[in-house]
């Protein structure tokens, strides 16, 4: 690594770092109902979309009623998005002609934006029109993140009620998420987008004559606008089947640092919102510390992997799959912060990773998305094991567990172990599945241990909602596209409803003042600890696993051997 490389690190996170109670801060008053400065820009279209769908703002629900309404919108938001896909043909804005998407790919694609996964087994600019990304898959992209908003929301007040099982309203929380955290930021990212040469039109598409005198077709359309939000509401996936490695998506290092930027964005920046509204910033600021340490930690093992001299690649680093406009490190940087942050948009090939740096990006999936993790999704899905923690430490000192004056009793631990284990579960059994029958194996581009670690990769993938995939696999086919749908859906709800309900059992407790006994959970002991159990829970579930696929791969690869 060169000087200039560890600048642009410490740059991004300092960026980052930086940004946090700023934006963090907007989020509060923004959620909190405060006066902000969005609120005279967009307050009057807020008003008017609660008077166009009846919504009574006053009237909040209990974790129940949340769920539902939740559940429906998702459900509705799913079936629009089925539906224009199989009669794409017959929409507008198909300036391609293209035909009608097939019914198991549709249902993939329809699950996957509707969940906040955005994996894609096709290529956008050959499969989709400009109706159905901008219709569909855009307005997915804002929805399905502030779905993520509205359940952490939900539990905040969870643990922040006094007796009380009412949780907000669901919808409000929707909108105000949509109206005034992603909507401007998605504006101001995509104009700024559009000036460092990402394409935003509604042109055919071009064919032009190359330098070898031969045509080639340039794929155009709103690509800007839908990059923006993708990479803001960690939604990940690519309006170009190159993803961020396509120069109409990615073009300038300018662009490349922004969108890695938006990637980490909110999550990082909700960390402060839930400090202030949990009423302790430094509650915050531990989450945010762990969340911190273990993306470094990952970034530096990925960097080391990428880096270190092998005999096979000829003793250079490994440029295999990667933008020599970017390099090594804003590609490890990319693949590291995408996969911690359940974004799963690429600028490298992550195929061509080396199987020590692909095993940290699976890592990073696997432990739940919630090192920062998805808009919202991360947030709720770090408060899972921040129980785990506080009940196992208060086993270890003869305590009831308490956090946040709440009680941590039988029913919130039951929950937060069937949120942990649904998604673990998707991964192991479906991997084993994919991984003895000709459905799944007839799909694998490598054999061996990278054949396996491209089955894990994908049910990973699908399971933790992050969305991208080693692409050595091809996933467009009935069996992937029905067991990877299947997964994110269990990946999604099996994590949003336990912890809805564990909303709904905290905000009937009384808060415990605190005292002399109280476990702190806002220093570095606890900080120390929660790491432990993540890693711990993580280890234990999934070793046996990762020594199958990239344990083993590295190890052949030290003897010269490749699959």
Not at 125 to 144: D, K
Not at 403 to 410: D, N, P, R, S, T
């Amino acid at each position: 690594m060169t000087t200039l490389d560890y600048i642009q690190i410490i740059v991004f996170f300092s960026v980052l770092t930086g940004l946090t109670p700023i934006l963090g801060n907007f989020m509060y008053k923004v959620f909190t109902g405060q006066k902000h400065f969005m609120l005279p820009v967009l307050g009057w279209l807020e008003k008017l979309t609660y008077r166009f769908s009846g919504i009574n703002t006053l009237k909040e629900s209990d974790w129940k009623s949340y769920t539902f309404s939740l559940l429906l919108f998702n459900f509705s938001g799913f079936v629009f998005l089925f539906l224009i896909q199989l009669f794409q043909s017959y929409l507008p804005l198909n300036p391609a002609n293209l035909p009608d998407v097939s019914w198991h790919s549709a249902f993939n694609t329809a699950v996957s934006f509707m969940t906040n996964t955005n994996w894609q087994g096709y290529a956008g600019e050959t499969t989709l029109s400009y109706f159905v990304q901008m219709i569909g898959l855009t307005v997915q992209n804002f929805v399905s993140a502030s779905t993520g908003l509205a359940v952490i929301l939900a539990l905040i007040r969870g643990l922040s009620n006094k007796s009380s099982e009412k949780l907000g309203n669901f919808w409000v929380d929707l909108t105000r998420s949509t109206l005034y955290v992603l909507l401007p930021l998605s504006i101001l990212l995509s104009v700024t987008l559009a000036g460092q040469g990402v394409v935003q039109n509604f042109k055919t598409y071009d064919t032009v004559q190359t330098l070898e005198g031969t045509e080639q077709i340039l794929p155009m359309g709103p690509a800007a606008s839908q990059i923006a939000v993708k990479q803001l509401g960690t939604n990940g996936g690519g309006f170009f089947n190159a993803n961020s490695s396509h120069p109409f998506e990615n073009p300038t290092p300018f662009s490349n640092f922004l969108e890695m930027l938006a990637i980490l964005l909110i999550p990082a920046a909700f960390t402060f919102t839930y400090g202030k509204m949990v009423g302790s910033v430094k509650q915050g600021w531990t989450i945010f510390t762990a969340m911190l340490i273990m993306l470094l930690a990952g970034l530096s093992i990925s960097l080391y992997a990428e880096y270190q001299a092998n005999p096979i690649f000829g003793n250079h680093a490994l440029m295999e799959g990667k933008e020599t406009r970017f390099g090594i490190t804003n590609s490890v940087l990319w693949a590291t912060s995408t996969t911690a942050a359940s974004n799963g948009s690429v600028n490298a090939m992550h195929d061509s990773l080396s199987p020590v740096s692909g095993m940290i990006a699976m890592i990073n999936i696997m432990l739940g998305e919630i090192i920062f993790g998805g808009v919202g999704a991360g947030m709720y899905g770090m408060i899972i094991f921040v129980i785990l923690t506080v009940f196992i430490a208060g086993l270890m000192v003869g305590r009831t567990p308490e956090y946040l004056g709440k009680k941590i009793q039988a029913f919130e631990v039951q929950m937060a172990i069937i949120a942990v284990l649904l998604p673990n579960l998707v991964i192991l059994v479906f991997s084993a599945w994919a991984s003895v029958t000709h459905q799944g194996l007839s799909s694998l581009n490598d054999t061996g241990p990278h054949g396996l670690s491209e089955i894990l990769y994908a049910y990973s993938s699908a399971a933790g909602n992050n969305g991208s995939a080693f692409a050595g696999l091809n996933a467009n086919t009935v069996f992937y596209n029905l067991t990877l749908g299947i997964g994110m859906l269990i990946g999604r709800f099996g994590v949003i409803i336990p912890v809805l309900a564990i909303a709904g059992s905290l905000g009937k407790k009384m808060i415990t003042p605190t005292s002399s006994g109280t476990f702190r959970t806002d220093n570095w002991l606890f900080i120390g600890l929660l790491i432990s159990v993540i890693l711990i829970v993580g280890g234990l579930t999934y070793f046996p696993a990762l020594s199958l696929g990239p344990v083993v791969e590295h190890i052949l690869m030290n003897q010269n051997i490749t699959f």
